[in-house]
């Protein structure tokens, strides 16, 4: 049972928790609270907006900056975020999917290895991603201090972003590193906007039968918060989207078209996508 809670709320609630005699327990991986029951055993979750600094902080209201970084084979999306709001941004395709498997040329090596003139030129392209990719990165990292890094990436994929000749500005056990718990879509601009707002949102996790009964702080404020809390994702409003403010350098795609037609290669493979 999931309940999302808008950023003003979420601040509430955390507020509420704070003062209340309730044992929690912070996990920094993953910005969340872990609620304990009186046998130290864990009853619930609250993931916290992303721009909600960690509990314990010195100063509560200190300002976050964030990347959020999404990648799937063949299509990126970032954008550089200051206290919520989107200030740079940048989208990058490339040529990696086999035509007929449906399947990345990376995953294709780890069966039958490289093939044919196709296959040079998805790796080609490969690479060129993953060095385009960092090399964004570095400038976010150069021109602004970075708290968090928001990312959504397939292990398949992730040893080529750390192992690009153009290196990350972090690395794979950088404590900032923080993995989106969602569902992301091929990465586009609206998709790295959407995924903004889930992480602003707030998170109640539910971990037993009696759901948030078994804590009588969080049924009390769900009930008297009952207009604002939802069961799943719901469209944004306009009144949502008030605070939302995007400014863009030169948001542009690669010269890509949907419509071209992939190099082929002589052998063929069955194998389905997997993505983590």
Known sequence: MNRFIPKDKAAELLRIIQDADCQTIYDPEKHRLALLGNTNDELAYFRLPITKPAPGTENPEVKINYVILLIQSGSCAMGYFENGRCLNHKVFRSYMVRKKQGKSQIKYLKTKGKSRAGSRVRLGETAEFFENINGRLQEYFLQHRIDRIAIS??????????????????????????????????????????????????????????????????????QNNADYSETEEAEDTADDMVDEVYVTDDWEEDDWDADEPYLEDDEEDDDIVEWD
């Open 153 to 222: 990436c397939s292990k398949t994929l992730l040893p080529y972003l750390y192992t690009s000749s153009v290196p990350t500005p972090f690395d794979k056990r950088d404590p900032r590193l923080f993995k989106i718990p969602k569902h992301i879509h091929t990465p586009i601009y609206e998709v790295l906007l959407d995924a903004n707002r889930f992480l602003q949102r707030g998170e109640l996790i539910g971990l037993t039968e009696a759901g948030f009964a078994a804590i009588p702080l969080l049924q009390d404020f769900l």
